[in-house]
């Protein structure tokens, strides 16, 4: 079974490229995430991520006695889109009592897994951890297959949003684990 930890600050490297292996993977194909290197995510917020153990990563079976081989990733911390100030959450939070997942990504040879579950199931004890009172998360409209997963796993949908991302001019659809 893989194992779910923080990235250590001194796994820069393995997470940045991580991100780079999955989005030139993805591109093009139904699992498209849109994302362009050093532009979403950019290298100075993972860096920062991973420095501040924000980063959550699923290390692969195969990782090897270093374990530096990143099979899923993905970021959590309080840092809110600006869009979520128009959601119609379920759960009454202040700013400081909200986690947000960020960047919750799978390299295309370990779809099927679990592992995405597994990130999620740790991001949720670890804003448990911390005393936040709720987990919210955003996804593209058409991202099906990513919303099965996160109302499997317990996530409220708390709504469609038009143009929720406006450099995209796409619509996103906004989740929340109540802790």
């Known amino acids: 079974m893989a194992t779910v930890r923080k990235a250590r600050a001194d796994e820069v490297g393995q997470v940045l490229d991580f991100y780079t292996r999955m989005i030139d993977a993805m591109r093009g194909t139904e699992f498209d995430v849109c994302w362009e290197h050093d532009v979403h995510p950019t290298q100075a917020f993972l860096r920062a991520s991973t420095e501040a153990g924000e980063v959550l990563a699923v290390v692969a079976p195969e990782g090897g006695a270093a374990g530096s081989c990143f099979a899923a990733a993905l970021v959590l911390n309080a840092e809110a889109d600006p869009g979520y100030g128009?959601?119609?959450?379920q759960v009454d939070a202040a700013p400081d009592e909200v986690l947000v997942v960020h960047v919750l990504a799978t390299l295309p040879e370990f779809h099927g897994c679990g592992f995405a579950r597994q990130l999620l199931e740790g991001a949720i004890a670890a804003a448990?951890?911390?005393?936040?009172?709720?987990?919210?998360?955003?996804?593209?409209?058409?991202?099906?297959?990513?919303?099965?997963l996160y109302e499997s796993c317990g996530f409220a949908n708390c709504g469609v949003y038009e143009d929720f991302y406006p450099h995209l001019g796409r619509a996103g659809v906004l989740y929340e684990f109540a802790l």
């Open 86 to 89: 128009q959601a119609r959450w």
């Open 128 to 148: 448990r951890e911390a005393g936040a009172r709720a987990l919210r998360l955003d996804t593209f409209t058409d991202n099906v297959r990513a919303q099965r």
